[in-house]
């Protein structure tokens, strides 16, 4: 267990903060569509607390346990018809999902992004999910290595395209 830093849910004095967070981090990511690229996209990153006020549906924050800095963030989503993707993600029965997984880049590989996912699959398993279901894109194959090895797996029957940019399926039953 991780005891320099811990997941909870975000206080809507700091959603601008997590959104810069968001921002930064979805901005840098290679091969990814720019901020000029995808406006609306990265206006939802900004704006992600926004997001809270569906039901079922928290912003999770990692803290580091020393200084109480907000070193990453997640999206849980526990009503999938509220997921908000394209494909059939909002369809899907006895589900959770998240989205928007974001570390910051300078304290990468101390398991914040595992913390967060695991974070997100207890409250799942907590509310009597049988899954989570997740989406990714090429440009996060980091992400892809560090989901499988937690046990999620590609579902292609998840997967669509958003204006010729693949997003790819993947799900952790329990």
């Known amino acids: 267990m991780n005891k ?20 930064r981090v979805y901005a840098q990511l290679e091969g990814f569509f720019s901020v000029d690229e995808n406006p609306a996209y990265y206006n939802k990153l900004a704006n992600v607390g926004e997001l809270t006020t569906h039901p079922k549906t928290k ?3 990692a803290v580091s346990s020393s200084s109480g800095q907000i070193v990453g963030g997640v999206v849980y989503i526990g009503d999938m018809k509220h997921y908000g993707s394209q494909g059939t ?11 928007l997984l974001a570390v910051d880049p300078t304290i990468r590989g101390k398991g914040i992004g595992k913390l967060l996912i695991n974070a997100c699959i207890q ?17 996060m194959k980091i992400a892809w290595a560090m989901y499988e090895k937690m046990g999620f797996v590609r579902s292609e029957d ?11 399926g993947f799900r952790l039953a329990f």
């Open 4 to 23: 320099e830093y811990f997941v909870r849910e975000a206080v809507a004095d700091e959603f601008q903060e997590i959104g810069e967070l968001m921002v």
């Open 59 to 61: 912003l999770l924050v």
């Open 89 to 99: 993600a909002t369809t899907e029965k006895e589900a959770a999902g998240f989205r």
């Open 123 to 139: 409250l799942a398993k907590n509310e009597d999910r049988k899954q989570v279901v997740i989406h990714s894109t090429n440009a």
């Open 158 to 168: 998840l997967d669509f395209s958003k204006d010729d940019f693949p997003v790819f």
